[in-house]
């Protein structure tokens, strides 16, 4: 695969920071409780942001990851919910509490849209390039 056209400047700029901003969700990642998957989730982003930079990625390609992504977070959409329902939100932010579960299943839920998002902006690429 390969570009009919170059994507512009200022998209190829936006590839690369959202290539390394997911490779640095990657590398924090490394001391948690269960790295691989975690690694593997961000270190795909990454990739997939680097390469829209060289090639255009296959649309069904794209909404399979989105989709494991989405799929995944449907897995953490239960304690999303809990964490909305309770007062202080700020927790979020702070420090790992194993008393509370909802607020590590909050941040992987989010982290998963995130990522999604940043995958399903590749998208904008392949509806103007076709090859």
């Known amino acids: 695969m390969t570009y009919s056209c170059k ?4 998209r190829r700029i936006i590839n690369v920071i959202l290539c390394v901003l997911f490779a640095l969700f990657a590398f ?3 001391n948690d409780p269960d790295p691989v998957k975690w690694v593997v989730i961000y ?3 990454s990739i997939v942001s680097l390469l829209s930079n060289y090639i255009v990625l296959p649309k069904a390609f794209i909404y399979a990851v989105v989709i494991g992504y989405l799929i995944f977070a449907g897995v953490h959409l239960s304690y ?3 964490w909305l329902g309770i007062e202080e939100k700020s927790e979020l932010f ?3 509490v194993y008393e509370k579960p909802h607020l590590e299943g909050t941040r992987e839920f989010l982290g998963l849209l995130i ?3 940043g995958v399903l902006f590749q998208l904008r690429n ?3 390039q076709l090859v």
């Open 28 to 30: 924090v990642q490394l």
């Open 43 to 45: 270190a795909s982003a």
């Open 126 to 128: 392949t509806n103007k």
């Open 7 to 10: 994507p512009s400047k200022r």
């Open 115 to 117: 990522a999604a998002a």
């Open 94 to 96: 702070g420090k790992m």
């Open 80 to 82: 999303f919910l809990d």
